[in-house]
């Protein structure tokens, strides 16, 4: 039996990982592109080589390390330098997962956590169900600032990158609404699990 694959999505700040981590703790796999996107590009990674080449060997620090706040400061701020990072990490990050998803076939219920679901649409053929985590933009704006401590400025030209909620929400399947408690979000996503796992 093949698993039955959600994509889970939802713009920054609008409480995706809360989701994510509550799924984990429901013993279920998720896979998080964020997680992988990450691992690929640690020291001495294919990926990093690729974006020292391309953006300049100033984003490497002397560690190895990638320097992702001025790689963000790059990108975030130039569609083109975006694209052109996408190009080096996206099929990087494609072909860990369809290895995860090889490996964990077997399994009832696996999660695939992708920021950019619905831009890429790399992902849309591989899922039998997609949700979306939706918030408002001051609860996003607020929450980043509070994680990641970033103006506001910096903040909405992340969500500028994204598609827009309204947008997203045309083309998802199921909408988990994260604007109130923490409880009636777990309650959407029990909710959901119930209808899949009858």
Known sequence: ?????????????????TVSDYLRS????????????????????????QIAATFGA?????????????LAA????DEAALA???????????????QIIDAKFQERLLILDIPLLFETKTYLSKI????????NERQQIERI?????????????????????????????????NSQSIKITYDQVDKLLKE???
């Open 84 to 98: 052109k990072l996408n190009q080096i990490t996206h099929p990087l990050i494609e072909k860990e997962i369809e």
């Open 145 to 177: 600032m509070k994680r990641d401590h970033l103006s506001e400025t910096q903040i909405r030209a992340r969500i500028n990158n994204q598609m827009a909620t309204t947008e997203k929400m045309k083309l998802a399947d199921k909408i988990i609404d």
């Open 26 to 49: 429901k013993n279920l796999t998720v896979i998080d592109a964020d997680v992988i996107a990450h691992q690929i590009t640690a020291p001495n990674m294919e990926a990093v080589a």
């Open 128 to 135: 039998d169900q997609s949700w979306l985590v939706i918030a």
């Open 74 to 77: 790059i990108v975030f701020s």
């Open 1 to 17: 039996m093949m698993a039955f694959i959600i994509g889970l999505t939802g713009g920054i700040g609008c409480g995706k990982s």
């Open 196 to 198: 899949i796992m009858f």
């Open 58 to 70: 100033t984003l490497i620090n002397a560690d190895g390390a990638l320097d992702r706040q001025q």
